[in-house]
């Protein structure tokens, strides 16, 4: 099955999470919001791999998976 990732990009209050929530609810792609990821870190833990694997755990119920990033290199999204 081929697996799309879909990334809303914008800065912090710009709407991604709404957009987000109604891709969601109104279609069949799974919107997975990764800034509660990055929270929920701890010291040292590596958030781009958490945040793949997070992703990867979407994709195997889903072929299609939307997530959103601030755009910056900060690793906040």
């Not at 590596?46 to 299609?64: A, C, M, P, R, Y």
Request: without cysteine; charged residues 25%; glycine residues 12%.
């Amino acid at each position: 099955m081929r697996k799309i990732l879909y990334i809303l990009i914008g800065p912090k209050g710009s709407g991604k999470t709404y957009i987000g929530s109604q891709v969601n609810k109104n279609t069949d792609i799974k919107f997975l919001r990764v800034e509660p990821i990055w929270l929920k870190l701890a010291p040292g833990e590596n958030g781009w791999e958490t945040v793949e694997k997070e992703i990867d755990k979407e994709f195997q119920q889903h072929s299609k998976v939307m997530i959103e990033s601030l755009g910056a290199g900060d690793g906040f999204n």
